[in-house]
């Protein structure tokens, strides 16, 4: 049984090693560029005008919040086992209000964020295409997804994209919702069958 199970092991992996060179020979010079995309979501103008909407939508909220923080954790310690339960009562009421108010600062932020996330990866991905395609590479991997152990510094193409993103951004950035989206659906690469 073991003979067979490692026989038929073997048969696999041969097969898969045809498989992939015959891949490779499908494409025999390609070129593969990387980029970090990690820099790409902390540098680029999208990523540092989304941080400063943030700021702007949120900041005085969480500034509230903080002060409100402060003052449940002054109002903690007036707290002992000879206080009234008016004054517990009191401390458990602020300390829940201050948690909900937290949460719901959180939860709005959050899909702030998640809907700025979406359209950054689409931004990026049509950006890394246009990239790709005017430098003839034919592949592009994200360095910082774990995959790339080294890279020859000739490879990376992340100030490239930067700029495509950061030249995109400002090309888009006052238009309405609308056309954004016309247009995105216009430049999306086609799909290979």
Known sequence: MRRLLFLALAIFLLGNGVTYAADAAAVPNAKIGVVDMQTIAMESEPAVAFKAEMEKKYGKEREALKKQGEAVQKQAKGINPKSSEEKKV???????????????????????EVKFRQDMVSLVFSASYEVARAKGYNFVVDITAGGVLYADPSMDLTKDVLAQVNETYKKNKDKPAEAKNAEKSSQAPAEKK
């Open 90 to 112: 009191a401390f458990i009421k602020a300390r829940q209000k201050l948690e909900q108010d937290t949460r719901n600062l959180m939860r709005k932020a959050e899909q702030d």
